[in-house]
């Protein structure tokens, strides 16, 4: 994804004048294949938003996709469509991704359908290869939604998304609407698919204790901008934006000093992004140029990437 932006006009009240939201505001990424990356941020972030634009549902008022070498093609022509069908994805909320009338079986051979994948046999067998591969029993096929728990109907979204075998797979908040107790779980099968199956993962949660148990990368977004990206041990114990540290200061922790950073101030507003850096007023170690002038994500030597004038890669080897 390179320098994606996504703004709405939103109406405020009955008569209210419209407002301009920037829900994602240039946002660039790499995801490599087979590998997952972590995307993490307060609700309104734009993290989501991001993940529409990735796969297409949503078209970006600047900047690009590239999937697999190509440009993303405009959204329903026959090119799109070919692409999409490598992608797929697995939202929060199970029973809304699933409809009602359709048992199991029929939910999951329906991509196979659209896209024309194999006889009414193959089918069959895929769609019985897929329910094993999930942890569903063959006999819960002919189950309908409603007939199943949250965690066994999150497992049907993820075998229908697995089933024209997806080279992106775009989970957003996978685990947010289920159990706590089943959410462990459903966590360990998604890494076990992707083992099996190959393909990259962009994982889009509020949890940063989530992301970093399957991303070998993280993304940090504030009020839509990428504000430091990296491994995820670099952002646990040696994070470098403000932001990221008051993130990372919230996860208990016994064996790690320090207390939690609490931020001050407004809650992230995008119909008001503030001037110069989007974090500014509420960083505690804010200085004069933070309020007019924007840091830009730069690339640091040990491979991450940080938008904070404090955090630039001149700046630390002059503090060095
Ligand atoms: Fe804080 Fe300034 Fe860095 Fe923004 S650029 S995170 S306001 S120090
Ligand atoms: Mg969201």
């Known amino acids: 994804a390179r320098d994606l932006v996504r703004r709405y ?134 189950r309908y939604p409603h007939e199943l728990s949250g965690g066994q109907r999150q497992r049907v979204v993820m075998a229908r998304a697995l089933a024209t075998e997806p080279a992106l797979l775009v989970c957003d908040e996978p685990i947010s609407a289920l159990d706590v107790s089943i959410q462990a779980q459903v966590m360990n099968l998604l890494v076990e698919l992707q083992a099996e199956h190959g393909m990259a993962v962009l994982f889009i949660s509020h949890d940063l204790r989530a992301v970093r148990q399957v991303s070998e990368r993280v993304a940090v977004m504030y009020l839509g901008t990428i504000v430091e990206e990296g491994t995820p041990d670099a952002l646990l114990h040696d994070a470098q934006h403000p932001y990221t540290r008051a993130l990372v200061s919230a996860i208990p922790h016994p064996g790690r000093g320090g207390n939690r950073i609490v931020l001050q101030g407004d809650p992230p507003n995008p119909a008001a992004r503030p001037s110069g850096c989007p974090f500014h007023p509420r960083c505690p170690v804010a200085v004069a140029r933070c309020s007019t002038e924007a840091p830009s994500l730069r690339d640091h030597p040990d491979g991450r990437r940080v938008a904070c004038h404090l955090a630039e890669p001149a700046a630390i080897a002059k503090a060095a």
């Open 9 to 142: 006009g939103m109406r405020r009240g009955l008569l209210g004048r419209s407002v301009d939201i920037t829900a994602v505001a240039g946002v660039s990424l790499t995801l490599e294949r087979g590998r997952t990356l972590g995307l993490v941020g307060e609700s309104g972030c734009g993290k989501s938003t991001t993940g529409r634009m990735v796969l297409g549902l949503e078209t970006p008022d600047a900047g690009s996709v590239e999937f697999e070498g190509r440009i993303m093609p405009p959204p329903g022509t026959a090119a799109w469509r070919a692409m999409r069908a490598r992608m797929q994805m697995v939202f929060q909320d199970p029973l809304g991704a699933l409809d009602r009338r359709m048992n199991v079986a029929a939910q999951i051979a329906e991509p196979l359908e659209i896209h024309g994948i194999g006889d009414a046999a193959a089918r069959a067998a895929r769609v019985e290869a897929l329910l094993r591969n999930v942890g569903l029993r063959p006999d819960q096929a002919l």
